[in-house]
């Protein structure tokens, strides 16, 4: 129910944008949010919104990373600029009903190569 897009390879300093859209009904409950998982580590939040509110941003990211969504389109996106070698992961989008912690549906992940 989540279609994420928008990975690939840049060089650090570079820049990607990400896009999730999700088919779901009440969009406006869940809070989506972008997560990555770099190899041999855990899944770590890196930033989600609901409505227009920023939940959560992770330090790592801030003043690099900008969080958005569009609820027309059922849609979020994460802007990542300045990119590191440290971001390289593989990013999923996630959605959480806004009662809850817990993420109730995964997008595919998308690639995510930064080289120095």
């Known amino acids: 129910q989540l279609q994420a897009s928008g990975g690939g390879s840049v060089q650090a300093g570079g820049s990607l944008r990400l896009s999730c859209t999700a088919s779901?009904?009440?969009?406006?409950?869940?809070?989506m949010g972008w997560y990555r998982q770099a190899p041999g580590k855990q899944r770590e939040l890196v930033a989600d919104?609901?409505?227009?509110?920023?939940?959560n941003l992770s330090d790592s990211v801030k003043g690099r990373f900008t969080i958005s969504r569009d609820s027309a389109r059922n849609s979020v996106y994460l802007q990542m600029n300045n990119l590191k070698s440290e971001d390289t992961a593989v990013y999923y989008c996630?959605?959480?009903?806004?009662?809850?912690?817990?993420?109730?549906?995964w997008g595919e992940g998308t690639q995510v190569t930064v080289s120095s």
């Open positions: 779901m009904i009440h969009f406006s409950r869940y809070v």
């Open positions: 996630g959605a959480r009903f806004f009662q809850s912690g817990d993420v109730s549906y």
């Open positions: 919104i609901r409505n227009s509110r920023i939940i």
